[in-house]
């Protein structure tokens, strides 16, 4: 059995070191390069309306086969870049999970719910004549509440240096629970009855985001850590890692592109949106990222406890919106409007927990599982 180089432990290259300044320029800026990605795809949806039609036509399970590549080719790298050791620890590890579980089934449906009415019948219930369209965002607001995120998770915990073990089993256990508690919670908190569960869309989201990237990254790992050696290999993933950067500003342009009609005919109400919106990653980040500090979390588990508490499956949402109200609602405004404005703000969450990785115990010190 080959023995793998340190740096190739989770992370390789200048991606496993704590200091800024190590990432390059263009990861530095990863945050412009995302505004860049969503003007574009909204620029581009609006001089091709015909995307769509396009992007219709080629669903798999509701999620467009460019889409479904694009995730694929952003998820991979991370995959190979991981211990998969990790991956089994972290299913171990109690304190974590169950955390992760209570914030994003118990805490997150709720604050969504409380801060979309909070937003669209207090305060910019005055603005809005049509009381009709009000419910409708708020509706869009909670579909996304009850929605944790996958895919991009993986990106989020990858940039923060994050515990992957965590991060790739929390995912899979979040896909699963969605089956179960999606329902039940749809019927809780929105206005409607009869929410149809959309295991299709799940089962394919977790084959696509779980699934096949764990694979390929599994066999990548073992294939060329025995045939080339961990300093190859280290070399490899440090430039495969652009490949998975590159695929996330990808995926940001197909995934705007085709709602760029809704965004640009109703800018009032996604700066309405966005507002709420903002309030609520925020708020739901500060109390993971609060309560995981006060459990005695090490950093690596801390962060990725709190990005998928404040993160959001916008595509299941968007989906469900459209499905339960419409294409023109409200509610799939807000949906989509959830998928614009969360990308920049947990890239700037991923800073602020870079910044503040020594408020948090060494793995080695930090309290049992």
Not at 2 to 17: D, I, V
Not at 235 to 241: C, I, V, Y
Not at 252 to 266: E, H, L, M
Request: glycine share 10%; with cysteine.
């Amino acid at each position: 059995m080959t023995k793998e180089h340190p740096r190739n432990l989770e992370n390789t290259g200048a991606h496993e070191r704590g200091d800024e300044d190590a990432l390059g320029f263009f990861e530095k800026y990863l945050t412009l390069w995302v505004a860049l990605s969503i003007g574009g795809g909204l620029v581009l949806g609006h001089l091709f309306p015909g995307l769509t039609d396009i992007f219709e036509a080629t669903e798999i399970a509701g999620y467009p086969v460019p889409v479904a590549i694009v995730l694929f080719l952003m998820i991979y790298p991370i995959m190979g870049q991981t211990d998969f050791g990790k991956i089994l620890r972290a299913g171990r590890a109690i304190k974590p999970i169950t955390t992760t579980l209570v914030l994003n089934w118990l805490v997150k449906p709720f604050t969504m719910a409380f801060v979309a009415w909070l937003f669209f019948r207090i305060i910019w219930g005055p603005f809005l004549d049509d009381p009709d369209l009000s419910g409708q965002l708020m509706a869009g607001m909670i579909l996304l509440g009850i929605a944790p995120c996958t895919a991009m998770v993986l990106v989020w915990g990858y940039l923060s240096r994050s515990n992957m073990g965590h991060v790739v089993v929390m995912v899979a256990i979040n896909s699963l629970s969605m089956v179960v508690l999606y329902g039940p919670l749809a019927v809780l908190l929105l206005p409607v009855a009869d929410v149809p569960v959309p295991v299709a869309r799940v089962a394919f989201g977790v084959l696509a985001y779980v699934g096949l990237p764990l694979a390929a990254g599994y066999l990548t790992r073992r294939i060329l850590l025995s045939r080339k050696g961990a300093e190859w290999f280290g070399d490899f993933t440090e430039k495969l890692h652009y490949v998975s950067v590159t695929a996330l500003l990808v995926t940001i342009v197909v995934i705007v592109a085709p709602q760029s009609g809704i965004v640009i005919g109703n800018p009032l109400l996604v700066l309405f949106v966005l507002l709420a919106l903002t309030l609520q990653i925020l708020m739901i980040f500060g109390i993971g990222y609060g309560v995981s500090m006060k459990l005695g979390m090490a950093y690596e588990d801390a962060a990725p406890t709190a990005q998928i508490a404040a993160s959001n499956h916008f595509e299941v949402a968007i989906a469900m919106a459209i499905t339960l109200f419409g294409i023109d609602s409200g509610a799939t405004l807000a949906a989509v409007t959830g998928m614009l404005i969360e990308v920049p703000i947990m890239l700037i969450l991923v800073r602020i927990c870079m910044k503040t990785r020594h408020w948090f115990p060494g793995k080695g010190e930090a309290g049992g599982c």
